[in-house]
């Protein structure tokens, strides 16, 4: 059974740097073709899809947001870590990871997210 | 970059059909995908590569993919269906993901 779960602050100040934390069970991202993305949702908003790291370290990002977006794994911890720079009060949203398989381009299951408020 | 476009909304009655579309520029040559969110809570995946059903979702929930369009079919419509509906696809182009804005589904 595959489980993701996201963890992380629930309050940044402007200007400060998220770090987010997907911790999985029930797969491995050492499995071929299988990847972790995260995906965001402002209150009342659309999905939006942030980055996507693959097991062989391959890594994607949201061309909007590249600049500001960094994800990495930790495959010994069954981890997958995103941190987000010069977060801004529009960025406030839930934050959800998922996960990639390895045979299609959805994201077959969902962590439960969590609501990052950026506010100062 | 690549659009998704679907209607704010749709409704529907109790044991009727519900279609909710979602437009892109030659949408049929790529997989689209459709989740189904409902308030407070986390996507759920009910339709991938065009028309394939996962585990667990039920028959009345089928994709199509032709052309510019792509629609979700919701056949016998319950209440339990009410709920906020997102298509997604992979921009090969620009090798990224995109979601659609989502239809939100009012059963009447």
């Known amino acids: 059974q595959i489980t993701l779960k996201e963890s992380g602050p629930t309050l940044v100040k402007p200007t400060q740097t998220l770090t987010l934390t997907c911790t999985f069970s029930?797969?491995?991202?050492?499995?071929?073709?299988?990847?972790v993305g995260w995906i965001r949702q402002p209150p009342g908003k659309a999905l939006e899809w942030l980055a996507l790291?693959?097991?062989?370290?391959?890594?994607r990002y949201s061309p909007s947001l590249r600049r500001r977006l960094s994800i990495s794994k930790d495959t010994s911890k069954n981890q997958v870590v995103l941190t987000v720079t010069n977060m801004d009060p529009v960025d406030t949203a839930t934050y959800y990871c998922?996960?990639?398989?390895?045979?299609?381009?959805?994201?077959?299951?969902w962590g439960q997210g969590t609501l990052v408020t950026v506010s100062s | 970059s690549y659009v998704l476009t679907q209607p704010p909304s749709v409704s529907v009655a109790p044991g009727q059909t519900a279609w909710i579309t979602c437009g892109g520029n030659?949408?049929?040559?790529?997989?689209v995908h459709w989740y189904q969110q409902k308030p407070g809570q986390a996507p759920v995946l009910v339709v991938n590569?065009?028309?394939d059903r996962p585990s667990g979702i039920p028959e009345r929930f089928s994709g199509s993919n032709s052309g510019n369009t792509a629609t979700l079919t919701i056949t016998r419509v319950e209440a339990g269906d009410e709920a906020d509906y997102y298509c997604?696809?992979?921009?090969?182009?620009?090798?990224?993901?995109?979601f659609g804005i989502g239809t939100k589904v009012t059963v009447l």
């Open positions: 030659n949408i049929g040559s790529k997989s």
């Open positions: 590569d065009d028309s």
């Open positions: 997604q696809v992979w921009d090969t182009r620009r090798d990224h993901y995109v």
């Open positions: 029930g797969f491995s991202l050492k499995t071929d073709r299988v990847a």
């Open positions: 790291i693959y097991w062989d370290d391959d890594k």
């Open positions: 998922a996960h990639f398989p390895s045979t299609s381009t959805d994201f077959d299951y």
